[in-house]
């Protein structure tokens, strides 16, 4: 294949990408959307988190559910042969129902309070529950600095085609596990 072909090639997907990414923003904007607020962004193991949201939507919409979830994420950074490779694993996600399915019309404004909790790392409950057993492994990796937890508050319209959503990341004092 000539050199101006394999470039041509390469110039067309990247545009093609982009535009993609473009379409998919433009579509999310002319649907709504959705500001989250936190009274906030720091907690201890099983503290609720306080918030709220506001929900606009631009255009009727028809949706499955209205969410806000707390959702933790495990990552995990190796080093081989010279490259840098990161992991993510979601390790934990507690979902608060605010609606269930119905139609959203065009000019829909809404504000929303939720409260959701925060795992408690300190219950034996918890603790000896499969996801306790599942965080307890994930903190145990902590003590290898290329382990991390990321935890963030999501507040989700689920809809069909794309979602509304909004997250913000917080932090929980998790203790240490040995």
Request: no cysteine; glycine share 6%; net charge positive.
């Amino acid at each position: 294949m000539p050199n101006s072909t394999v470039i041509t090639l390469i110039v067309v997907a990247v545009v093609g990408v982009i535009a993609g990414i473009v379409a998919y923003y433009v579509m999310r904007f002319m649907k709504g959307s959705i500001k989250l607020l936190l009274t906030q962004t720091g907690f201890e193991p099983g503290q609720a988190i306080t918030g709220s949201f506001d929900l606009q939507v631009k255009k009727t919409i028809q949706s499955k559910k209205l969410i806000v979830s707390l959702i933790g994420t495990q990552i995990t950074e190796t080093y081989e042969d010279g490259k840098k490779r990161t992991r993510t694993r979601e390790i934990y996600r507690n979902e608060v129902l605010i609606e269930d399915a119905r139609e959203y019309p065009a000019g829909h404004t809404a504000q929303h309070q939720f409260e959701i909790s925060t795992p408690n790392t300190k219950s034996s409950e918890f603790m000896n529950s499969a996801l306790g057993q599942t965080v307890t492994a994930a903190l145990r990796l902590l003590s290898d600095r290329r382990t991390r937890l990321k935890w963030k508050v999501e507040a989700r319209l689920d809809t069909k085609g794309v979602d509304l959503a909004a997250s913000k990341s917080v932090s929980i004092n998790m203790p240490q596990m040995g």
